[in-house]
């Protein structure tokens, strides 16, 4: 069965400290993708990256930056230099590749880590 | 707008009245999901259309859940007799037939009084 742990429920950090976010998954699939998406307080989730399991070079995007590594099953999160407006819930997911009609690709959320940026 | 979009944005009813909940997806995308996010909880996969059929409605809770989409575009999921427990936002997403990526809607919050 498909699974993803985030263990940290709540992180909090003073702004301008980087920060990284957890993400262990499990999955007997050989092709998968992973994801990180950002829930902010208005609620409304927005898509971060999309990683797809045969790449496991890592990705910088400004201040965001991933790290996944197939031998621990792990795809975290970084933030570098944070922000007030970083603060949101992220949800790391995973999901399976789509194949057809049937397949639902269905994502699967992990329960989230709060993260609150002091000024 | 171009995105994903979900009516009503709250929703406020009584135990065991009936609720309709409606997701209009990108223009052209063939797979629709439903999502539930209960109160500080992740988000749990309710149903899956492609086109107007549910291939995948492993996620609905009870028999009180039932969803449709018709014309391949609306879907309205709709929860009979509510509970408590139902209280929840309510996420919808679409997809387009070539890749993996799910576009959501900003929700329906739905509280069960």
């Known amino acids: 069965a498909q699974k993803v742990t985030q263990a940290q429920t709540e992180i909090s950090v003073v702004e301008k400290e980087d920060v990284t976010l957890d993400c262990v998954y499990e999955t007997r699939d050989t092709t998968y993708y992973l994801f990180w998406y950002k829930q902010p307080p208005s609620g409304e989730l927005v898509f971060l990256i999309r990683r797809n399991s045969f790449d496991e070079q890592n990705e910088i995007s400004g201040r965001y930056s991933w790290n996944f590594q197939k031998s621990t099953s792990s795809f975290n999160f970084t933030i570098t230099a944070s922000q007030v407006v970083d603060s949101a819930v992220y949800f790391c997911a995973l999901s399976e590749p789509h194949f057809g009609y049937s397949s639902a690709s269905k994502i699967i959320f992990g329960s989230g880590t709060r993260l609150s940026i002091r000024p | 707008g171009a995105g994903v979009s979900q009516s009503p944005s709250n929703k406020v009813t009584e135990k065991g009245k009936d609720v309709e909940l409606r997701c209009d997806p990108i223009?052209?995308?063939?797979?629709l999901y439903w999502y539930r996010q209960s109160l500080g909880q992740g988000l749990e996969f309710l149903i899956y259309?492609?086109?107007?059929?549910?291939?995948?409605k492993s996620g609905l809770p009870s028999d009180r859940f039932s969803a449709e989409r018709t014309g391949g575009s609306v879907s309205t999921l709709t929860i009979q007799r509510t509970q408590q427990e139902d209280s929840a936002v309510y996420l919808c997403?679409?997809?387009?037939?070539?890749?993996?990526?799910?576009?959501f809607g900003p929700g329906t919050r739905l509280t069960v009084l």
């Open positions: 259309f492609q086109g107007n059929s549910a291939p995948d």
């Open positions: 223009s052209g995308h063939t797979a």
């Open positions: 997403a679409s997809r387009s037939g070539l890749n993996n990526e799910q576009f």
